[in-house]
C-alpha cells in the first residue's frame, strides 16, 4: 500500500514546532505554571466592553464569520486613516506572516531576518522554500546597518524587523527605519513587525504611508488589547501588497466572535491606556526586582523585560529552568548574544510577587547547578 | 519605487473569493436577512453546557491557545478510539483543506475534483499550483466511477470527495468509498470531506480505520455542533500523513475559547443528537413546502435540502434570487447539472415559516421575470 508523496519541499521539512507552548510545559512538569510570564501576553485581559460585546455575540457562534471582516477592516482603516483595501484582517500575525511569505517568496528566494527573531517567521520561509539569512543583533538591537547590507549581497526578496523588538524589548527609531527603506535593494520588501507598537515612544512609530511599496506592517490584538486568545491581526500597506493577500488567504478563517471582540476593542482606548500605565508599572517593578539580585534590565519599549542575567547562555537557561520549575513561566532569547537574558513579560502584582520570591532561589540554584 | 514581486504562481492567481458571504450580500441589499438558510450552518446553536464553557473561558481570552490543542486533539482520538497522532485540530476544514494541498500538492500536479464541488477547496488547490480536473456529477451524487477514471488518466495526487456530499445532499455507501479507495491509482490521496458525517445514515459511514494511508478524513465543529463561527475543524487519518500537517500549519492559529468550545462539544452528545432531530423535522418540512408548489425535492444525508426547480440554472438563479430579494437567504450548486436546484438549509420553524411564504412569490417573480 503505497503513501502518498509528500511534495518535495515539505518532504524536506521537519516536523518542528517554532517554539513549545507554556502547556506542554505544564503537562511535563505536571503542574500548572503560578505565573504565566513567558509569552508576552497581557495579564491585563481584554477590555470590560470586549468581554460583555463577546457574551452578546455568543448568539452568533453559528454563523460562520465575514469572509471580508468588513467592519472590522473599516474600523482599521478609520482608525489608521487608510482606505479599507490597505488592510487585511488575519488570524493573527502568525498567520499573516505565512500568507506575506507565501506571496512573496518562492523556492530559493532569500529572506533576512535577525539571528533570535520571531521564530514563527523563520519557521514560515522555511515552509516554503526560503532561504534565511540571519544577522546577529548588536548592541540589543537588530542591527539595521546589517540587514540592509545582507539583503543586498544576497539580493532578498524580503526582509523581517520588528520594532519595538521581540526579545530583546529595544527599539529604533521611526527615521531611522524610513532610511533602512530607502537603503534596501530594489524590490526588497520589508515587513515590519509592529505587535508591540501600542508601548513605543512616539519616535519609534513610522507614519502611516500606505503610498510605498516596500513596507508591508502587522498589528495584532494579542498584545495591549489583551486577545492573544482569540488570534485577530491585520497587515496594512500599499493597496497592491494588500490585495495579493486575498488570492490565498483562508477567507473563512475569521473566527466571528473575534471579529466583534477586536471591533469592540478598537472603540477601547482608554483600556490600551489603562494597560499601558499597568505595564510600565511592572516594567519598573521587574527592573527593581532584577537591579535588587545584581542582574541588569535592558530598557524596553514593549510590555516585556529582558533581564541581562550577567552570564552566558547556559546560565541563563539554567535560571530560567530553576524559575519554570518554581512556577514561573518565563522565555529566552535563542541566540546569542540575546541568549544570556531571560525575558519576563508584565505582570499583575501578584505575579510579581512570585516573580520577587523565585528569583533569589532560581539565581541560587543556577549558581550551584 | 519598484514593487516587490510576488511569486509567479502568486502573480498568475486571480484575487478571487471562493463565494461571497452573506455579509457581503445584505450590505448589497441594504437590508438583513430574516431567515439565513444559505450557508448549512447550524440555527439550533451550540449546546447550552458549551455556551456556558465559553463564558467560564472568556477568563483566558487573554492567553495563546495551547499550540498543541493537546486536550481536545486526545479526547477527539478517544472519540473516534484512535491514537492523539493520528488527528490534528485546525481552523475549521477550509483550513485544513490549505494545509493538505500543499502538503502533497507541487505546481503543476493533477487533482481530481466533481464540477461543482466544494470551490473552497478548488481554491487552495489552485493557490498552490495544482491542475484541477473536474468530473460532472451523475445523478446528483459525485461519480465515483468517474472520478477514479481520472484520476487514473491524470495520475493525479489528490482526489477531493465530500460524503454526505455538498451542495446536492447525497451520499454513498461506505463499500462504495472503500473499493474507491482501492480503485485510485498508486500514490493518489483520497481527501474524504465528512462535514456533514453527524446527519449521514450508518451505511454511509467508513469504519475508522487509520492504517490506511491512502485516505485523510476531515470533520467539523460547524454543522452539527453548531459551531461554525469558531472556527474548530480536524483531520485523521495515517500517523504519517498527519504529521505532515506538523510541518506547515499554523501553531497558533486555534482559538483559545474555541478551542474549550470544541471539547465541552464532545462531551454533549444529547445535543447533537436533539440538532439531528429538528434538522430530520427541518428537512421533511422543506420538502413538504417544495412539493406543495411543484418542485421536487432531493433525498439528503445532511442539514440541508437541495431542491430540483424543475428547470435550468438560469430559472432556479432567478428563483433564488427572488428569495434572497425577499430575506431568504438560500444558496444553489455552481454547476450543471446540479444547477437547476436551490439549497436550502434546515431552519428553525420561524425560519422555514418565512421560506413558506417567500417561495410561491419567488416562483411566480421567476416565471415572470
Known amino acids: 500500500m503505497k503513501h502518498p508523496k509528500q511534495t518535495p519541499l515539505v518532504e524536506s521539512l521537519p516536523a518542528s514546532v517554532p517554539f513549545v507552548g507554556p502547556e506542554a510545559l505544564e503537562r511535563t512538569r505536571n503542574a500548572t505554571f503560578t505565573a504565566r510570564l513567558g509569552a508576552n501576553e497581557s495579564v491585563?485581559?481584554?477590555?470590560?466592553?470586549?468581554?460583555?460585546?463577546i457574551k452578546a455575540a455568543l448568539s452568533e457562534a453559528?454563523?460562520?464569520?465575514?469572509?471580508?471582516?468588513?467592519?472590522?477592516?473599516?474600523?482599521?482603516?478609520?482608525?489608521?486613516?487608510?482606505?479599507?483595501?490597505?488592510?487585511?484582517?488575519?488570524?493573527?500575525?502568525?498567520?499573516?506572516?505565512?500568507?506575506?511569505?507565501?506571496?512573496?517568496?518562492?523556492?530559493?528566494?532569500?529572506v533576512v531576518t535577525s539571528e533570535g527573531a520571531y521564530p514563527t517567521f523563520n519557521y514560515?520561509?522555511?515552509?516554503?522554500?526560503?532561504?534565511?539569512?540571519?544577522i546577529p543583533y548588536r548592541d540589543d538591537k537588530e542591527d539595521i546597518d546589517g540587514l540592509v547590507a545582507a539583503a543586498t549581497a544576497a539580493n532578498a526578496k524580503m526582509v523581517y524587523l520588528s520594532n519595538p523588538d521581540n526579545p530583546m524589548g529595544s527599539w529604533h527609531s521611526a527615521d531611522a527605519i524610513a532610511a533602512m527603506i530607502e537603503a534596501l535593494p530594489e524590490g526588497c520588501l520589508l515587513l515590519?513587525?509592529?505587535?508591540?507598537?501600542?508601548?513605543?515612544?512616539?519616535?519609534?512609530v513610522m507614519p502611516v504611508?500606505?503610498?510605498?511599496?516596500?513596507?508591508?506592517?502587522?498589528?495584532?490584538?494579542?498584545?495591549?488589547?489583551?486577545?492573544?486568545?482569540?488570534?485577530?491581526?491585520?497587515?496594512?500597506?500599499?493597496?497592491?501588497?494588500?490585495?495579493?493577500?486575498?488570492?490565498?488567504?483562508?477567507h473563512f478563517?475569521?473566527?466571528?466572535?473575534?471579529?466583534?471582540?477586536?471591533?469592540?476593542?478598537?472603540?477601547?482606548?482608554?483600556?490600551?491606556a489603562h494597560v499601558k500605565t499597568e505595564v510600565e508599572a511592572a516594567r519598573a517593578r521587574i527592573g527593581d526586582v532584577a537591579r535588587a539580585h545584581g542582574l541588569e534590565p535592558l530598557p524596553s519599549a514593549t510590555n516585556f523585560v529582558t533581564i541581562d542575567c550577567g552570564a552566558d547562555g547556559d546560565y541563563a537557561r539554567a535560571v530560567l529552568n530553576a524559575l519554570v520549575?518554581?512556577?514561573?513561566?518565563?522565555?529566552?532569547?535563542?541566540?546569542?548574544?540575546?541568549?544570556?537574558?531571560?525575558?519576563?513579560?508584565?505582570?499583575?502584582?501578584?505575579?510579581?510577587?512570585?516573580l520577587e520570591a523565585a528569583l533569589p532561589k532560581a539565581l541560587a540554584a543556577a549558581k550551584n547547578g
Chains 1, 2 share one sequence.
Request: charged share 25%; net charge negative; glycine share 10%.
Open 44 to 53: 491585563f485581559g481584554p477590555a470590560p466592553s470586549v468581554l460583555e460585546v
Open 62 to 110: 453559528w454563523m460562520y464569520g465575514d469572509p471580508e471582516s468588513f467592519e472590522l477592516r473599516h474600523a482599521l482603516a478609520a482608525h489608521l486613516s487608510i482606505a479599507p483595501d490597505e488592510v487585511v484582517v488575519g488570524e493573527g500575525i502568525d498567520g499573516l506572516l505565512g500568507y506575506v511569505v507565501r506571496i512573496f517568496v518562492a523556492e530559493g528566494d532569500a
Open 124 to 134: 514560515h520561509v522555511a515552509g516554503f522554500g526560503g532561504n534565511l539569512v540571519s
Open 192 to 204: 515590519l513587525d509592529e505587535a508591540y507598537v501600542e508601548f513605543a515612544p512616539d519616535e519609534a
Open 209 to 250: 504611508d500606505t503610498c510605498d511599496p516596500r513596507v508591508i506592517r502587522m498589528r495584532t490584538f494579542s498584545k495591549a488589547h489583551g486577545m492573544a486568545g482569540m488570534r485577530v491581526g491585520y497587515a496594512f500597506g500599499h493597496k497592491d501588497n494588500v490585495r495579493a493577500f486575498e488570492k490565498i488567504r483562508n
Open 253 to 272: 478563517g475569521m473566527n466571528r466572535i473575534s471579529q466583534a471582540a477586536a471591533l469592540a476593542a478598537l472603540k477601547a482606548p482608554d483600556w490600551v
Open 325 to 354: 520549575e518554581r512556577g514561573v513561566f518565563v522565555r529566552m532569547p535563542f541566540a546569542a548574544p540575546g541568549n544570556r537574558c531571560i525575558r519576563v513579560s508584565a505582570g499583575k502584582p501578584a505575579d510579581l510577587d512570585l
